[in-house]
T-cell receptor
Framework: DAGITQSPRHKVTETGTPVTLRCHQTENHRYMYWYRQDPGHGLRLIHYSYGVKDTDKGEVSDGYSVSRSKTEDFLLTLESATSSQTSVYFC???????????????FGPGTRLTVT | AQSVTQLDSQVPVFEEAPVELRCNYSSSVSVYLFWYVQYPNQGLQLLLKYLSGSTLVKGINGFEAEFNKSQTSFHLRKPSVHISDTAEYFCAVTGGGADGLTFGKGTHLIIQP
């Protein structure tokens, strides 16, 4: 695996509580992404970052926020978790555009989140 | 914007038989295409990619795929599958921007002994 870790790997939380998931990379890649994976939906993009403090929304961003204060860390926050946010969350990283590995994404091991 | 359609949610095949997993995409711009594999309870691993050049691309574990622009397809093939190929396979596309990959819903490859 590329140097990507996610924490926690598993979490059970109650509806209405805040939750923060962390993605940490040691590759110094510029681009970072958060996806959620649900049966029958494949992976859907939540938010992405194209540099420190530069983030943008993806396809399913409602109910989620992100922050990136350092190149190596990308945080995903559920301000008030709902049962519909029960999912497996994957972080991915990508090198700068225009390189030989352009657009290829490397994925972390995932975080399984259950909201009860 | 791009979209990806994986036509089969499940593909059962006997061990040592050939397999083809189908992927079609739509896009108004030039695309870059990928196949990823996900083994149970793991993250996604890149199998192969098409960026430009030869339309037949070879990947890891004996897989290959052919980019067909006129049919907007990028089907994945393997001439002889093994039990260890049992996994979920995802086709993905990007138009080249920073906004990530668009994935298909996945195809579960089931290898029968």
């Amino acid at each position: 695996d590329a140097g990507i870790t996610q924490s926690p790997r598993h979490k059970v939380t109650e509806t209405g509580t805040p939750v923060t998931l962390r993605c940490h990379q040691t590759e110094n890649h510029r681009y970072m992404y958060w996806y959620r994976q649900d049966p029958g939906h494949g992976l859907r993009l939540i938010h992405y970052s194209y540099g420190v403090k530069d983030t943008d929304k993806g396809e399913v961003s409602d109910g989620y926020s992100v922050s990136r204060s350092k190149t190596e860390d990308f945080l995903l926050t559920l301000e008030s978790a709902t049962s519909s946010q029960t999912s497996v969350y994957f972080c991915a990283i990508s090198e700068s555009l225009g390189t030989s590995s352009s657009y290829e994404q490397y994925f972390g091991p995932g975080t399984r989140l259950t909201v009860t | 914007a791009q979209s990806v359609t994986q036509l089969d949610s499940q593909v059962p095949v006997f061990e040592e038989a050939p397999v083809e997993l189908r992927c079609n995409y739509s896009s108004s711009v030039s695309v870059y295409l990928f196949w990823y594999v996900q083994y149970p309870n793991q993250g996604l691993q890149l199998l192969l990619k098409y960026l430009s050049g030869s339309t037949l691309v070879k990947g890891i574990n004996g897989f290959e795929a052919e980019f067909n622009k006129s049919q907007t397809s990028f089907h994945l093939r393997k001439p002889s599958v093994h039990i260890s190929d049992t996994a979920e396979y995802f086709c993905a596309v990007t138009g080249g921007g920073a906004d990530g990959l668009t994935f298909g819903k996945g195809t579960h490859l089931i290898i029968q002994p």
